[in-house]
């Protein structure tokens, strides 16, 4: 898949991260076009991640290939408990990466949904950030965070990050904010 990804025109970079059980944000989540080369590096690494799909992804006719990629249904217009739910999961296996995009949409938005932080924090688990950056055209793995409780400290780590990283359609780029500090 390297091998593709290069010729292609990408590289990818960093190191897979130790932790049998983690968070795994990827940002930023411009395009259709993210799913794809997101799956080649997926395989460069030999990575089984779950991930969190709205729940019509899940239907006839191509549910059965999001499920098999490890997709978990969520249904996102009511509140379903989502984090504990979540966690809850991750608590549960001994080896699981939980792949998100914390802009939860491929369009611009003002905030990043913070259900990934809230996530980590009730299973204790690290945040590993991954990027795709279309300027450079390189994808990889980035630093490992390990939440502190202070959401506000620990976001500006991951805008830090992310902050000089070019999606494939830049003008989509959302801002690397939270809403609010509540799950």
């Given at each position: 898949?390297?091998?593709?990804?290069?010729?292609?025109?990408?590289?990818?970079?960093?190191?897979?991260?130790?932790?049998?059980?983690?968070?795994?944000?990827?940002?930023?989540?411009?395009?259709?076009?993210?799913?794809?080369?997101?799956?080649?590096?997926?395989?460069?690494?030999?990575?089984?991640?779950?991930?969190?799909?709205?729940?019509?992804?899940?239907?006839?006719?191509?549910g059965?290939f999001?499920?098999?990629?490890?997709?978990?249904?969520?249904?996102?217009?009511?509140?379903?408990?989502?984090?504990?739910?979540?966690?809850?999961?991750?608590?549960s296996?001994?080896?699981?990466?939980?792949?998100?995009?914390?802009?939860?949409?491929?369009?611009?938005?003002?905030?990043?949904?913070?259900?990934?932080?809230?996530?980590?924090?009730?299973?204790?688990?690290?945040?590993?950030?991954?990027?795709?950056?279309?300027?450079?055209?390189?994808?990889?793995?980035?630093?490992?965070?390990?939440?502190?409780?202070?959401?506000?400290?620990?976001?500006?780590?991951?805008?830090?990050?992310?902050?000089?990283?070019?999606?494939?359609?830049?003008e989509?780029?959302?801002?690397?904010?939270?809403?609010?500090?509540q799950?």
């Amino acid at each position: 898949m390297r091998g593709t990804l290069r010729l292609c025109g990408w590289k990818v970079v960093g190191e897979l991260p130790p932790f049998p059980r983690s968070i795994f944000i990827i940002a930023p989540h411009t395009s259709n076009w993210d799913f794809f080369w997101l799956l080649m590096f997926r395989f460069c690494y030999r990575l089984q991640p779950a991930f969190l799909g709205k729940h019509t992804l899940f239907k006839p006719p191509m549910g059965w290939f999001f499920r098999i990629l490890g997709g978990i249904p969520v249904e996102r217009s009511r509140a379903h408990d989502v984090v504990t739910r979540i966690a809850g999961i991750l608590a549960s296996r001994d080896r699981i990466q939980l792949a998100l995009a914390p802009e939860g949409t491929r369009s611009k938005t003002e905030f990043w949904r913070s259900g990934f932080y809230f996530i980590a924090m009730k299973a204790k688990l690290p945040i590993c950030l991954i990027f795709i950056d279309a300027k450079t055209r390189r994808l990889g793995f980035g630093p490992i965070l390990f939440p502190s409780g202070d959401i506000d400290k620990d976001m500006e780590l991951i805008r830090g990050f992310y902050d000089n990283k070019t999606g494939i359609r830049p003008e989509k780029k959302s801002s690397i904010q939270l809403k609010s500090a509540q799950p």
